[in-house]
């Protein structure tokens, strides 16, 4: 069965540490993403990926790095946490064509609280 | 830019209603349109999906048709159980890049 694997379901971090969330995928997919999902506000494309050591900004990117140096592993890096980086974080994985769509596969998700 | 818009939620339904979740898009050309559902505690999975207008994606009872002409893509299903309680996000990819754009999510609730 093909899988998004995120390392942790559930974290709790301080104010000012740096925070590394780990995403791996089986699929051998070209495309990977990090969302954030916070209620009232859906998901909201932090990083993004198209292949290895290549990176590009989504929508929210401030306060937040990613690092690609494997094709199948993704890692989202909180520099310096804030509560307000409290939310659910997904990662999400595909293939790339721009003739054939196919659809994200997604990890079940890291919960992230910052106190 | 492209975007999603659906109905806000929560919905509750009882067990056997028939439901209705709206979703319309903006987009240029002709993008792609998908609903995943989120189940409590998990990730997003893909439901269904309609990649060029009139198509229609259905899976598990659920079905939505790709109107270009009203720019949507409804979700229905006739007959709702228990089980569906979940999240449902209508979502679109364009066809110039593979990224998705996502609504904000619709939580249903089906009560006994």
Known sequence: DVKVTQSSRYLVKRTGEKVFLECVQDMDHENMFWYRQDPGLGLRLIYFSYDVKMKEKGDIPEGYSVSREKKERFSLILESASTNQTSMYLCASSFFSLRYNYGYTFGSGTRLTVV | ?112
């Open chain 2, 1 to 112: 830019g492209d975007s999603v818009t659906q109905m806000e939620g929560p919905v509750t339904l009882s067990e056997e209603a028939f439901l209705t979740i709206n979703c319309t898009y903006t987009a240029t050309g002709y993008p792609s349109l998908f609903w995943y559902v989120q189940y409590p505690g998990e990730g997003l999975q893909l439901l269904l999906k309609a990649t060029k207008a009139d198509d229609k994606g259905s899976n598990k009872g659920f079905e939505a048709t790709y109107r270009k002409e009203t720019t949507s893509f409804h979700l229905e299903k006739g007959s709702v159980q228990v089980s569906d309680s979940a999240v449902y996000f209508c979502a679109l990819k364009s066809n110039t890049g593979n990224q998705f754009y996502f609504g904000t999510g619709t939580s249903l609730t089906v009560i006994p």
